[in-house]
DNA sequence: AAGTGGTCTAGACCACTTT
DNA sequence: AAGTGGTCTAGACCACTTC
């Protein structure tokens, strides 16, 4: 039995949970409607950040093709960091909790290349109505609820970056002032284990700008310093924006890095 | 005959070529023995950019190992950007002279999104000695001879980047001002082109930068403006620098643009 | 010993391009 | 029709982890 690109039949039912799943996509490589599969599944929190999902052997049962054709959609996503293989134990859905981490997304490296503390102080926290620009960023209504948190980072002792974030309200309805102030790694990893919303992808802009004197004094620096002004977008699965950054930060002793390829 | 990871015997020689070729790796998965194989034959020029390379069936021959094995290998340098497969015609080695190919390395885009029409104006180019920095950074000695190039881009009438640009002189003998003046598109098609150098990756440092009077004048912008100061270094095959670059980008109307994952 | 992912093979057929 | 890469299968054995 070897179709042309015939669709999977599945109504695959994980018999250790019951939880409704998943429609058959159309006329697509075999592969990529397991990777569409596997997709909705992590989507739909049924696999969570961190857990174990069924070997290639179980899959290739559920869905009925060869452990091949399942294979080559766990390398795609493994290659897009969203799934992570350890030979001997399984294949795990990709977390962002370790101290590694915490440099996923945040690009500014010391110029000296030397690892350094990292602290973090939480500003301001507030709930407050989406102006225009988020709504739109955020894909929201005007009415609709935000977060609004601005933090500092401090790197060895220095602040070093002056951090505002805008949340999607209903999303994190349980997100508190002290919540954030105790919590410990990166804030990633928070979402994705009290909210269950993992980040997959994110853009950046990056322009010049001259430090505003009420900057200027947050960081503690002169006035009309020049920093990096970083606008960040976050993304989860099927491309739906669930964080918006605008980060400043001070290049004096620190880099942003990028891999060109 | 299926053993555990055999090094290939290759004494792979192209029956329409004759030129000498190749060391086997020892104790590595085959496939990654062949994409070490496939390398050295990029590195060498022996396939050049944009040239077509041997079939998979035609590899499989070679280095006697299945099709799959050889696929595998060509897959992982297709998604590094190295090789560029073409259903029905063949596997490619990747160019960069197309149009599109001008923005794989500059990641200044319009704020606007619109594209827009590029000029380069070279304002100065030399044959000098290397720095102690540049020296370090291109891997050359503090004798060796440098090609250092400054110019300006300019996006539809404005003057945008300042770029200095330092490559060996060794290995762009023949390069000369009237050569970079004619040449119409991006420079590292030029490289690829004229010289057989194809970078394969780079990274960057990106800081904030405020414009030195000097500076100022040849961007026309006023006196401490805000700037982007970029530096860059451009690798060949087995990680050799071959290029230095320092940008100063004026991010008023464009930005920086980056993609995470 | 059993289960997992990792590598490798051999063969079939599909989709696309060129002759 | 012939040649290329693209998909899919079935089966073997290796390397690693856990029991």
Not at 29 to 42: D, E, G, R, V, W
Not at 49 to 73: D, M, N
Request: hydrophobic fraction near 40%; charge should be positive; charged fraction near 20%.
């Amino acid at each position: 039995m070897n179709p042309p690109y015939q669709n999977i039949d599945s109504n695959f039912t994980d018999p250790n949970i019951s939880s409704p799943l998943i429609i058959s996509p159309i006329f697509k490589p075999l592969y990529q409607q397991i990777k569409t599969l596997i997709m909705q599944n992590l989507q739909s929190n049924r696999w969570k950040s961190g857990e174990l999902i069924p070997s290639e052997i179980e899959l290739s049962h559920y869905f009925k093709v060869s452990q091949g054709t399942v294979r080559k959609a766990i390398d795609e996503l493994a290659t897009e960091n969203i799934l992570v293989r350890r030979q001997g134990k399984g294949t795990f859905v990709a977390t962002h909790h370790e101290r590694h981490a915490q440099f996923r997304f945040l690009r500014l490296m010391p110029d000296s290349g030397k690892s350094q503390i990292i602290d973090k102080k939480i500003a301001k926290f507030k709930r407050l109505h989406a102006t225009a620009e988020i709504a739109s960023l955020l894909g929201l209504k005007l009415v609709d609820s935000v977060i609004y948190i601005r933090r500092i980072m401090i790197f060895d002792n220095v602040p070093t970056i002056l951090e505002e974030i805008w949340l999607p309200g209903t999303l994190f309805e349980t997100l508190t002032h002290e919540y954030l102030v105790d919590y410990e790694g990166p804030i990633y990893g928070l979402f994705e284990t009290r909210f269950g919303i993992c980040m997959i992808r994110a853009v950046e802009q990056v322009r010049a700008f001259i430090a505003s004197t009420n900057l200027a004094k947050l960081l503690s620096v002169k006035k009309s310093s020049p920093l990096l002004c970083v606008d960040r977008v976050s993304f989860t699965y099927s491309d739906r924006p669930v964080e918006v950054r605008r980060g400043f930060y001070i290049t004096n002793h620190h880099h942003y890095h990028n891999k060109l390829s």
